[in-house]
């Protein structure tokens, strides 16, 4: 059974940082699309980063406009990880975080962003940013 576990949400304020991390249980992802998701009040739920295999050792990643040059996403194969460093934190950053992982290997750039192409989801964790 595939689980998938986040930690390291929390209360934070404007213009700080958190980590979020999240493992994976039940099979390796090392070859296949795993990122972040989340989920604020009253919208739909937005891909933030996701990553995917390219080749060799090689991981493409992509971002969220929104996020672009305040979030880093990072992944531990060795230890079926993905880690979400998220720096410059604003209010409109206020969302459950979700982790995700997909069995589809040969998603494209295009396709990383979909909800639909994520089989698993992790259970969600708050991310708070507020004074």
């Known amino acids: 059974q595939v689980q998938l576990v986040e930690s390291g949400g929390g209360l934070v304020q404007p213009g700080g940082s958190l980590r979020l991390s999240c493992t994976a249980s039940?099979?390796?992802?090392?070859?296949?699309?795993m990122g972040w998701f989340r989920q604020a009040p009253g919208k739909e739920r937005e891909s933030v980063a996701t990553?995917?295999?390219?080749?060799?050792?090689?991981?493409?990643?992509v971002y969220a406009d929104s996020v672009k040059g305040r979030f880093t996403i990072s992944r531990d194969n060795a230890k079926n990880t993905v880690s979400l460093q998220m720096n410059s934190l604003k209010p409109e950053d206020t969302a459950v975080y979700y982790c995700v992982a997909s069995s589809i290997r040969g998603l494209t750039t295009g396709a990383m962003p979909n909800t639909g192409n994520y089989d698993y989801w992790g259970q969600g964790t708050q991310v708070t940013v507020s004074s």
């Open positions: 990553t995917r295999w390219i080749g060799g050792s090689a991981y493409q990643k």
């Open positions: 039940g099979r390796s992802f090392s070859n296949y699309p």
